[in-house]
């Protein structure tokens, strides 16, 4: 009876990750590659289809590591440092997980477009990749932080207030004792801001404008696609697209804070 | 980071408050907030047990593939919404092969938000339970407790904070998820139309302060949804300070 129930309920586990994962992942490939090999391949070469992806790797190669470096200085603020407002600029970093992209798209829209506050500025932002690469800034903020918050938390101080007191600088502390510690977590936050740097779809499809061959992002060229039923095309780009993510979940599991594996 | 939202909420209380009322109480918009918070709700709960089968099955069971299992458990993270909207467009939707179409329907809603919402509860509940002291079990095993009584009792109350979390995490997802959504839904207004597409369809027909409008109550509905976790997860910890 007690195995009965194990087996019902692994059952019940694994259909429910096969009818939702598994199965529409495999389809996807299939149907990219259902005239073969060649019409799949041409579908991604077309000169849009190849911009699209040159935008998407440009603004993850921006995106990534500012918020890298940021997410580490804001990490090491919050845990080591006592200032006031310190729990609002807790919530606050965690507010675009809550938030709808499209939200975030416009308010970008709404303060650098026509009529906004910033409207004025020498380059443009809207329509144009800077505002692409601010709004998936915004989006992929939260992770290298959120990550590397809890590592710091369990590390303590110790270890630091040594290093200070035989004479270490305060870049010397981190690059050889603080730095060493949080490697992973970082690492960790490193490759989910990626995959949501290349997966950005809402925010970067309003204050884009969506303009092929100049604007358009690997995702925001798979909906253009599809739209134009050009199936192949779509199915073609996202199969690049979820290759990025199986290799993005490969790091994952790489780096997974240890305690999560067993 | 505030600026854009603070330009944001400018906007939308630009036109004063009549205006403001106005534009939040479109029924077009009205219609899609309540889909929106229905799906997500629903959505959540669906997660709130599901995610935590499968997280048992993960932390208590062993089979062969498990670890391959508790990898794709990530993949909702990893893949892009829109390639997620249209592979559940493929298999769900007109030419599906398994002959299930749900797309244009209420229920795509649904299914697309399942899809983008599944790792949230597994994540918070799997580090818990490996954490979870099965001494607990045993005694009250020993001392005559049923599977049922022991997994009431002992199991569910020290679950429930990570629970919660999780699915206040997934509830936080599903009211803004825009990308999974926009090709499987179809966008019927007052039928599929969900409230980000909603704002989506006023930004490109230029009514940006009705956008701006629907936006601020998203943001409000998404900020209580952060503080609700930043309660639990301060329970969480308290609890384990305590222990």
């Known amino acids: 009876m007690k195995r009965l129930g194990r087996y019902a309920l692994r059952l019940l586990g694994l259909s429910y990750l096969f009818v939702l994962l598994a199965l529409p992942i495999g389809l996807i490939f299939r149907r990219a590659f259902?005239?073969?090999?060649?019409?799949?391949?041409?579908?991604?070469?077309?000169?849009?289809?190849k911009h699209a992806l040159l935008v998407t790797l440009m603004i993850a190669a921006i995106a990534v590591p500012a918020n890298t470096i940021f997410g580490i200085i804001c990490a090491i603020a919050v845990v080591r440092h006592r200032f006031p407002g310190k729990n609002l600029v807790n919530a606050i970093v965690d507010l675009p997980l809550a938030l709808s992209p499209i939200v975030v798209g416009l308010a970008f829209l709404l303060l650098f477009g026509t009529g906004g506050w910033l409207e004025g500025?020498?380059?443009?932002?809207?329509?144009?990749?800077?505002?692409?690469v601010l709004a998936t800034i915004f989006v992929s903020l939260p992770f290298v932080v959120r990550e590397v918050v809890p590592v710091l938390r369990e590390i303590g101080t110790e270890q630091e207030q040594a290093a200070a007191t035989l004479g270490a600088g305060g870049w010397q502390t981190?690059?050889?004792v603080t730095f060493p510690a949080i490697r992973w977590a970082v690492a960790y936050g490193v490759v989910l801001t990626m995959a949501r740097a290349l997966g950005e779809f809402?925010?970067?499809s309003v204050v884009s404008g969506r303009v092929i061959g100049k604007t358009e992002s690997l995702t925001l060229h798979v909906e253009e696609r599809y739209q134009s039923f050009d199936y192949v095309g779509a199915y073609a780009a996202s199969v690049l697209l979820a290759m990025l993510a199986i290799a993005t979940l490969v790091a994952m599991t790489v780096f997974r804070p240890r305690e999560q594996t067993r | 980071m505030l600026l854009p939202l603070a330009a944001l909420v400018w906007h939308a209380a630009g036109g004063g408050l009549d205006q403001f009322r106005a534009a939040v109480t479109d029924e077009q918009g009205v219609a899609a907030l309540k889909l929106t918070l229905g799906a997500s709700i629903l959505v959540a709960l669906v997660n709130a047990v599901?995610?935590?089968?499968?997280?048992?099955?993960?932390?208590?069971?062993?089979f062969p593939g498990q670890s391959l299992v508790n990898a794709v458990v990530d993949l909702p993270f990893a893949?892009?919404?829109?390639?997620?909207?249209l592979t559940l467009l493929t298999l769900y939707g007109p030419s599906s092969p398994l002959h299930v179409d749900v797309a244009f329907k209420r229920t795509a809603v649904l299914v697309a938000l399942l899809f983008v919402t599944l790792p949230f509860v597994?994540?918070?509940?799997?580090?818990?339970?490996?954490?979870?002291?099965r001494e607990m079990e045993e005694a009250a095993a020993s001392l005559g407790a049923r599977p049922t009584q022991v997994f009431r009792l002992i199991i569910l109350p020290n679950l429930l904070p990570a629970i919660l979390s999780g699915t206040a995490l997934a509830f936080a997802r599903a009211i803004g998820e825009f990308g999974a959504l926009v090709l499987i839904t179809g966008n019927l207004p007052f039928k599929t139309e969900v409230a980000s597409v909603?704002?989506?369809?006023?930004i490109e027909s230029g009514e940006s302060q009705n956008a701006a409008a629907v936006s601020v109550v998203l943001l409000a509905i998404s900020l209580l949804a952060l503080l609700l976790i930043g309660a639990l997860r301060h329970r969480v910890t308290r609890h384990e300070a305590a222990r």
Do not use: K, S
């Open chain 1, 202 to 204: 809402g925010a970067v």
């Open chain 2, 50 to 62: 599901m995610g935590t089968v499968v997280a048992w099955i993960l932390v208590r069971d062993r």
């Open chain 2, 198 to 202: 909603y704002i989506f369809g006023r």
């Open chain 2, 79 to 85: 893949l892009p919404t829109i390639v997620a909207g």
């Open chain 1, 34 to 49: 259902q005239d073969g090999f060649g019409p799949a391949w041409d579908a991604v070469t077309t000169p849009a289809a």
């Open chain 1, 174 to 176: 981190f690059r050889r």
């Open chain 2, 122 to 133: 597994i994540r918070t509940v799997q580090p818990v339970l490996l954490e979870l002291d």
């Open chain 1, 121 to 132: 500025l020498p380059f443009d932002v809207v329509f144009a990749l800077p505002g692409m």
